[in-house]
């Protein structure tokens, strides 16, 4: 034991240097650290370690711990059964008579115009039905056509000569003025005939197979001129034949069907008289159009160019595979519903009694018309409230559904 200040506060000062490292080395996370922890490199080169740390791609969330079993509840005893208690019956409740609307009076509206008489038009043609017509046969199955040969390359062809000046055209001479025509008169205006009645949809015509095309004839030879033949003598008289015999009574055709009469179209109106034209002039004839050297042979045109070959198109990584939802967990049971005691039989009311006849009351004033108010004005459309923003209904992460997973 000393008893010097100074060495008193170097015993404090070691005890406390012992503790602080006993405290650092029970804790293995603050050892790990103070042991490898990598220096910070000199300005201005980056971090030597990253300041946030790894974070997963995907957010995992956190698994709560499991809830501790508890104990069953004790089993109460079974309530006895009482007798039940008889129902008396309630009496209806008979409906109320509703309050009869004050109808406001009808307003006196003016007389409709007498509208005119429509015509009667004429009754429509009744068409005849048209007969089913059969189905058509399966088309056979044609054999494949051969496969045509390769044609040959055809020679290629000589280069033509540059084409010739070609001679100036003439001018032609000028064209007459157009003479001033009178205006032409005014049509009266066409009227509305009936309507036609609506044509029968046929059935449409199928298509025929593309004719092939014939080659074409050679040329006819020009053949010799034929000679004059001598004029024919006279035939002698030919005799006479017997008579033909009686034709047979064919049986009389069927009654064809009275077809419907074509409504009478109106009567064509009388149009005024066209005026006389007048008598067109005549133009001077054109000149001959000279003889032009024939045109020369289209030249072939060049060869497209290959289509170059392009690179493949680059394979798109895989995408990531997400985490399975967690499974839900099972609700219990509902319960069995219990069995409800059977509705009590309707008790046989006794019947209503038979009221006496109102008597008649004297006939009431008639009231005098209501009059016409002047409408009232167009109330102002209120603006309507805005609705509630969007992070009002927005869950939050601590929900109590987050709880129970």
């Given amino acids: 034991m000393t008893t010097s200040p100074r060495r008193r506060s170097v015993l404090a000062s070691a005890a406390t240097i012992a503790a602080l490292t ?10 790990y650290a103070q042991d490898h922890t990598t220096p910070q490199p000199p300005y201005p080169k980056g971090l030597g ?83 089913e017509y ?21 020679p290629v062809k000589p280069v033509h000569p540059v084409k010739p000046e070609y001679p100036v ?10 003479p001033v025509y009178p205006e032409k008169p005014v049509h009266p205006v066409k009227p509305t005939y009936p309507e036609h009645p609506v044509k029968p949809v046929y059935p449409e015509k199928p298509v025929q197979p593309v004719k092939p ?12 001129e034929k000679p004059v033949r001598p004029v024919k003598p006279e035939y002698p008289v030919k005799p006479e034949y017997p008579q033909r015999p009686v034709k047979p009574v064919y049986p009389e055709k069927p009654v064809q069907p009275v077809k419907p009469e074509y409504p009478q179209r109106p009567v064509k109106p009388v ?35 290959v289509k170059p070959v392009y690179p493949e198109k680059p394979v798109h990584p895989v995408k990531p595979t997400y985490p399975e939802h967690p499974v839900k967990p099972t609700y219990p049971e509902h319960p069995v519903k219990p069995t409800y005691p059977e509705h009590p039989v309707k008790p046989v009311y006794p019947e209503k ?23 009232h004005p167009v109330k102002p ?24 997973e």
């Fill in 213 to 224: 095309e014939y080659p074409q004839r050679p040329v006819k030879p020009v053949y010799p």
């Fill in 49 to 131: 370690y990253p300041l946030h740390p790894e974070r997963p791609e995907y957010p995992v969330k956190s698994v709560h711990p499991e809830k501790p079993v508890h104990p069953e509840q004790p089993v109460h005893p079974v309530k006895p059964v009482y007798p039940e208690k008889p129902v008396h019956p309630v009496k209806p409740e008979y409906p109320q008579r509703p309050e009869k609307p004050v109808y406001p009076v009808k307003p006196v509206y003016p007389e409709k115009p007498v509208r005119p008489v429509k015509p009667e038009y004429p009754v429509k043609p009744v068409h005849p039905v048209k007969p």
């Fill in 22 to 31: 006993a405290g650092a080395l029970a804790i293995p996370c603050a050892a």
């Fill in 169 to 178: 055209k003439p001018e032609y001479p000028q064209r007459p003025v157009k």
């Fill in 134 to 154: 059969p189905q058509r046969p399966v088309k056979p199955v044609y054999p494949e056509k051969p496969v045509r040969p390769v044609k040959p390359e055809y």
């Fill in 353 to 375: 009694p038979v009221h006496p006849v109102k008597p008649t009351y004297p006939e009431k004033p008639v009231h005098p018309v209501k009059p016409t108010y002047p409408e």
């Fill in 271 to 305: 149009y005024p008289e066209k005026p006389v034209h007048p008598v067109k002039p005549t133009y001077p004839e054109h000149p001959v159009k000279p003889v032009y050297p024939e045109k020369p042979v289209k030249p072939e045109y060049p060869q497209r160019p």
């Fill in 381 to 404: 459309v209120r603006p309507s409230k805005p609705s509630e923003p969007h992070h009002a209904h927005k869950k939050s992460d601590h929900d109590h559904e987050s709880r129970d």
